[in-house]
């Protein structure tokens, strides 16, 4: 028997046929179609997306020269935080996949954060924080509307479209993430529904509740009509990630293949790498860096724009991760490739291994603006510390060393949050192929690197998962499957350290609000009135 673990990524979707010692034993993937129809709208073509899912299902299975029904179990993992909608009735799509890197909702997220009714919702809380000490309230004081998520992004397609408002009003309106709408059609139209690891990670999910979060509908809601979030029974129901999703439709692959978990790419591959305790730290250097530490069974709070999600629940347990991301990892080393520095990824690493001068120039890679702990939607790309004597090895240099100090900060900031300070990360993803990335992220990060013996681990996680569930493996089993191919581990003396950080600190602070917009000011008399008015709301229901 084997096991399929497919990963349908931002870039590339891939299926992969895991074997019980967890060796890959056939593999097939295509690159996926993002399309940049204008500025900031960045989406994909629901229907190609499941055509590819398809393809490369029955490709891996041709090529580990096994039958369709030696397939004990499949395991879905998918990119995050971007959706579609499509006609229940018809199966018709009524929007492409908004990606998660669509920026369309940057001006609203700015717009609802500094909101009176954001502003007063914040500051009460911080006050009802100091009173209960509740985590909800902590996260709840600092929250800001991100791009990076679904939040308004939905709210615009469902509000400029009079045909999707007419079908929910209808029940014909199907809402789903790009797990959703990939088992739906996978099973053939039977199955629509999502996970916990990928409901929390839309934005519209409260992860302390587990639910569907109303407070999100409350602050994104204006007053206008065509101004309101959809409301919350708009969207799927949420199941366990390891279970019975149904079976493959028998017309795709000649059987029906059972699906026994979906996951959001990101815990998928701190599920391969078997991040299962407190204080685990995965970091996933794919399109975008994320980095996740392992909160055990706690969602924790962020005082550093940090969001708890959830990483997989499993019968009667849950584990929670603190999550940080930087939107430029591989993304990053793409495009100086593109740009002519290098002809691929092994080039660029010895580039930067061949220099041994002693410039020090700082990239700042904000293609997508900077996410946390700092958001700033607005801020750009900035190349700083140039001389006449800067070489091309110290630019890729630069560029390389860009991704170590921003996963720095954000674990810095997650450190913090959550009072765990490992000493062990375990990396994977396309750009951990760089050696010399990951040495300079040990030397600035104080910590161990970890690289797997492959690095296709969020396949491996959604295979594990969909095994667990299926028997085809124990829990217990997986930590001695998973292999170690490289341990990084160099050192900074701490006061070069320091002054390093440092300097990149200021390259980072020079490339804020680039693209700033005007906020229009709100009044304190009407936020100190709604300030009163929400505290009372607040201590009545909590």
């Known amino acids: 028997s084997v096991v399929i673990g497919v990963d349908v990524g931002t870039t590339t979707s891939r299926s992969i046929v895991w074997n019980h010692q967890g060796e890959p034993i056939g593999r097939a993937s295509i690159d996926s179609s993002i399309l940049h129809q204008s500025e900031g709208v960045v989406v994909c073509d629901p229907l190609l997306l499941f055509e590819n899912t398809v393809k490369v299902i029955r490709e891996s299975i041709t090529d580990a020269e096994v039958s369709v029904f030696d397939v004990r179990s499949l395991g879905l993992a998918t990119f995050r935080s971007s959706f579609t909608m499509w006609d ?24 609802k954060t500094n909101s009176v009714k954001s502003v007063a919702l914040r500051f009460a809380c911080s006050i009802l924080y100091k009173i209960t000490k509740k985590p909800l309230f902590l996260t709840a004081s600092k929250y800001k509307f991100s791009s990076i998520t679904s939040t308004l992004k939905v709210k615009h397609i469902f509000n400029n479209s009079e045909r999707i408002r007419e079908l929910y009003y209808s029940g014909d309106l199907m809402f789903g993430t790009a797990d959703t709408w990939l088992l ?19 934005g519209l999910y409260d992860p302390y509740a587990l639910e569907w979060s109303y407070i999100v509908y409350l602050l994104g809601s204006g007053l206008a009509r065509n101004d309101r979030m959809p409301p919350l029974n708009l969207y799927p129901e949420v199941r366990d990630t390891a279970g019975d999703f149904g079976y493959c439709d028998e017309s795709l692959f000649g059987y029906r ?4 978990a979906i996951v959001g790419d990101q815990q998928a591959s701190s599920f391969g790498q078997c991040c299962f305790y407190k204080g685990d730290v995965c970091l996933t250097l794919g399109t975008g860096g994320f980095i996740k530490i392992c909160t055990g ?8 724009n940090a969001y708890p999600v959830v990483g997989w629940k499993i019968g009667d347990e849950i584990v929670y991760f603190m999550e940080g991301s930087t939107d430029s990892a591989g993304h990053t080393l793409d495009w100086a490739v593109r740009a002519g520095f290098a002809d691929n990824l092994e080039e660029l690493s010895k580039l930067a291994n061949s220099d041994i001068s002693d410039e020090h120039m700082y990239f700042v890679p904000a293609f997508y603006g900077i996410s946390n702990p700092i958001n700033d939607p607005s801020a750009s790309a900035v190349a700083i510390g140039m001389t006449h004597n800067t070489k ?7 560029i390389l060393e860009s991704t170590g100090f921003r996963a720095t900060q954000i674990l810095d900031a997650l450190y913090e949050d959550t009072n765990l300070y490992p000493t062990d990360i375990y990396v994977d993803g396309n750009a951990s192929k760089c050696d010399y990335m990951l040495d300079f992220l040990s030397r600035v990060s104080k910590c161990k690197i970890h690289r797997p013996y492959t690095l296709e681990m969020t396949s491996l996680g959604a295979a594990f998962l969909a095994g667990v569930a299926s028997g085809f493996w124990t829990q217990e089993e997986l930590a001695d499957i998973r292999k170690v191919d490289a341990v990084f581990d160099s050192k900074l003396e701490e006061e070069e350290l320091q002054y390093r950080k ?5 390259a980072l602070q020079r490339s804020l609000k680039w693209n ?20 009372v709301i607040l201590m009545k229901v909590f």
């Open 88 to 111: 229940r009735k018809t199966g018709e799509t009524l929007c492409p996949m908004i990606l998660w890197m669509d920026k369309r909702s940057d001006a609203d997220c700015d717009d």
């Open 502 to 506: 440092g300097k990149f600190d200021d």
């Open 392 to 398: 091309k090895n110290d630019f890729v240099k630069a």
């Open 297 to 304: 069974n706690e969602a924790l709070a962020s005082t550093h």
């Open 516 to 535: 700033e917009m005007a906020i229009e000011s709100k009044s304190n008399f009407y936020i100190a009135i709604l300030v009163l008015i929400v505290v």
């Open 257 to 260: 293949i059972p699906i026994n």
């Open 184 to 202: 739906w059609k996978l099973t053939g139209q039977n199955v629509y529904c999502t996970d916990y690891s990928n409901a929390s990670s839309t």
